[in-house]
């Protein structure tokens, strides 16, 4: 397991937990996949996390929009800079299969970058946004 329960922290908004809990699971089962070697698992599972990452990304901006939240470009900004770094890992994959580069994006990317961010965005957002 890449992610254990609780190492993400919980923010004040349910629904903004239900989507990180979701997305904690696709990487864990991403991460699985690619251990394991399952080329036709981790990418059915890579389709699934860029389709997951874009619906948690663009919850969350129109969560801000919505409560007019004053962090919404800079929060906004953090999701662009994923949104490009995985898609250029997820286009690599498609052409390599490199199973190694994914994981290492992955424990080295992805998830210290995950901790931070919802530490330091997502749980200042939830308390504007409120539950
Ligand atoms: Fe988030
Ligand atoms: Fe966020």
Redesign the pocket.
């Known amino acids: 397991m890449l992610i254990k329960p609780g190492e993400i922290q919980k923010v004040a908004n349910m629904f903004m937990n239900a989507v990180h809990e979701d997305e904690i699971e696709i990487i864990n089962q991403l991460y699985e996949a690619l251990k394991k070697n399952d080329v036709e698992e981790a990418d059915k599972l890579m389709d699934e996390l860029l389709v997951d990452l874009e619906d948690?990304?663009s919850t969350?901006e129109e969560l801000m929009r919505e409560a007019d939240f004053f962090g919404y470009p800079m929060?906004k900004a953090?999701?662009d800079n994923m949104r490009r770094d995985f898609k250029g890992v997820y286009d690599e994959w498609k052409s390599s299969k490199d199973t190694r580069k994914v994981m290492k994006f992955l424990e080295e990317k992805m998830v210290p970058w995950l901790k931070l961010?919802?530490a330091q965005?997502?749980s200042v957002?939830a308390m504007h946004i409120g539950d």
């Open positions: 948690h990304f969350e929060h953090e999701h961010h919802v965005w997502d957002t």
